[in-house]
């Protein structure tokens, strides 16, 4: 199933029943008083997040998310049933928009749940206009509509670490080794058409797709590949050392994050070298130090092939994650 990441559907609240106008009847007597009930009240629209990206791809041949309207006034005095609510699943790290108002909401936590669009109010029975001058009222009132609109829905990653780079960084592979993941690699650009998520040590690592030249504009994958970046909490910044010029290839990535902004420079970053099995040992030291004199920051390396360069950078990963996560709790 094709990853979707951004949806536009109709929604409606469920309207109100109406209220009804209806007299006592008790065998062997006259007409009596007003026995008109209430109508129900509309179901409301209802967003509840759950840690699954797919979810959105289930909705891609859906039309419209609507709740059950309620049932009219009733004779004896009785109501009508209230409708059910319609509850949409939606992943955690979605924005929510109301096309109609503006208004948005953001699902942040597994379990959130959000009234989105309220249903309407049920019309009252004629029993409610009873009064010591009106004694037999003829009046009810009709149920209130729900609110309803087209609604935009975009999903953020949320994410730990993310992991950037051009095409073809081998961010996936990294993923995959690091992970569970089954990222889809290849030796072409833009193998990754869509975020891969991979569990690691109680954190989520996210391969967001290559970002090319002019990305923050819309080229190539664009802002797809930059709206996912935005919640990550680190950075992974992948430079495959098969490039002739890592500084040319650091800096046109800073560069793409720069003009788009949302914060994106500001972010923790490291610095990963990546296919470090692709040049000899002393080339490899040699483009570490020549990234470092330049950024001022450490620079790591990494191969698939060499399980021990693996276990150091994950332990590096691991040690940066465990440091944003103790920096957040400092902070609450």
Request: glycine fraction near 14%; proline fraction near 3%; hydrophobic fraction near 30%.
């Amino acid at each position: 199933m094709a990853f979707v990441d951004e949806l536009q559907i109709h929604m409606k609240a469920g309207d109100g029943g109406d209220g009804v106008v209806r007299w006592l009847r008790e065998k062997y007597k006259p007409k009596g008083g007003p026995a008109g009930g209430d109508g129900g009240r509309g179901g409301d629209v209802r967003f509840r997040a759950a840690r699954d990206t797919g979810l959105l791809a289930k909705y891609r041949h859906k039309d419209e998310f609507r709740a059950e309207d309620g049932e009219d006034g009733k004779k004896n005095s009785k109501d009508g049933k209230g409708g059910e609510d319609v509850v949409v699943e939606l992943p955690v790290g979605v924005i929510v928009t109301n096309l109609s108002t503006g208004k948005q909401v953001e699902l942040t936590t597994e379990g959130q749940e959000v009234v989105f669009l309220k249903g309407g109010e049920g019309g009252l029975g004629n029993e409610n206009f009873k009064s010591s001058t009106n004694q037999r009222p003829q009046k009810a009132t009709l149920g209130k509509p729900g609110e309803e609109a087209e609604v935009h829905i975009e999903l953020q990653l949320i994410a730990d670490a993310g992991f950037m780079g051009l095409p073809n960084a081998g961010k996936s592979t990294l993923l995959n080794t690091l992970t569970n993941a089954r990222a889809k690699t290849g030796s072409y650009e833009f193998t990754t058409l869509s975020p891969n998520l991979g569990a690691f040590h109680g954190y989520i690592l996210a391969d967001i797709p290559g970002l090319i030249e002019g990305a923050s504009k819309g080229k190539g994958l664009g802002t797809k590949f930059l709206r996912h970046i935005k919640r990550t909490r680190l950075l992974v910044h992948c430079i495959s050392l098969e490039n002739e010029n890592l500084i040319e290839v650091y800096e046109e990535i800073r560069k793409e994050l720069g003009e788009y902004g949302e914060g994106l420079l500001e972010k923790p970053e490291l610095i990963v070298l990546t296919k470090s099995d692709t040049i000899s040992e002393e080339e490899r030291k040699s483009a570490q130090q020549e990234l470092r004199n330049h950024t001022g920051e450490d620079v790591y390396y990494v191969s698939i092939l060499d399980d021990q360069l693996v276990e150091e950078f994950t332990s590096t990963l691991s040690r940066a994650l465990q440091e944003l996560k103790k920096e957040d709790g400092d902070q609450s």
